[in-house]
């Protein structure tokens, strides 16, 4: 039987790079397309899903990402926020239970000045009470997430660990689409169409380019990004662990084998911060996800580690790559 729970799935791991992509979602599910479309547009409006859009590798498009944590005066806490997601390169902006409260990812071309750019999002934090946490590895991201707060039964496996790439030139025309695929896909028969002529070129050439990002490890993938909260995982504890340096590699490709941990990362330490591994676990309640992380610890024998949960999502969306307001570097 064809249900929710099924379409979820196939929205974000299948979902096709063609011009009526909800009738191909249709035939792969055996459904009408006209249901695929209710039920997306149902997901959609019911938050459940938050986008069917395209996710982009920063590294790629010659940009760099780093994981800031700040500690902000509660008073200040939502004004600091709100003034740091007006920012077009960050992506993801939470409070946390922790000392270090306020926490955003921030994407910005490589030439740009990033100590610079992070004083001015924070003016009147000390530098002294903020923690600069660039990925040295990534042992994992795949936030892809089932209904009902049930794990996702289809895994996917560590990204491998490359050397330096080639960065992808973007030509004018590679801006517009980029700019485009990052957009929220319309619900409606021709989709693409409307993404197309938003970025002045063909139907066509918009997908050949999403195929060729795709295939060029430009594009990381296109589908929907979901809520999780809203489909049962309400605890999401960001477990950071103290590893020794010689275990790192190998304890970094075992907690990225959990179903529950949807983001693997080593970062750098910091005088009275000496956690190097960091793990987004996510569960149905604090006590599932702390159930989830002893498993961990006892399986990598990890003693030391911290769960940070976010208490607040301030901002949660694409990084506006080549958008209006966002630093050239």
Known sequence: MVDD???????????PLTPQPYVALAERLGAHPAWVMERTQYLLDGGTVRAIRAIFEARR????????AAHVPEPRL?????????????SHNYARRHYYNLWFTLTVPESTDMGRTIS??????????????PALRTF????RFALGGDLPDVQVAAPPQRGPQTPFEPTAA????????????????????LLAEGAGMTPEDLLDRARAYLDQGVMRRYGAVVNHRQIGFRANGMTCWVV????????????????????CYERPTYPGWPYNLFTMVHGATEDEVEDLVRQ??????????????SIREFKKEPVSFFAPGMPTG
């Open 5 to 15: 729970q099924a379409l979820l799935k196939v929205v974000q791991y299948h979902f």
């Open 78 to 90: 939502v004004a600091v926020a709100d003034h740091v997601s007006s920012h077009p390169g960050v």
């Open 120 to 133: 001015e999002l924070l003016p009147d934090v000390d530098a002294a009470q903020t923690l600069l946490l």
């Open 244 to 263: 020794p340096l010689q275990r790192v590699e190998k304890v970094g490709h075992l907690f990225a084998g959990f179903p529950a941990v949807s983001h």
């Open 140 to 143: 994992k991201i795949d936030a």
């Open 296 to 309: 961990m610890a006892q399986a990598g024998q990890i003693e030391d580690y911290v769960i940070l949960y």
């Open 61 to 68: 498009l010659s940009h760099r990402s780093v994981l800031v």
């Open 174 to 193: 590679d801006r517009r689409a980029i700019c485009a695929l990052t957009r929220p896909l319309p619900v409606v028969d021709w989709p693409f169409a």
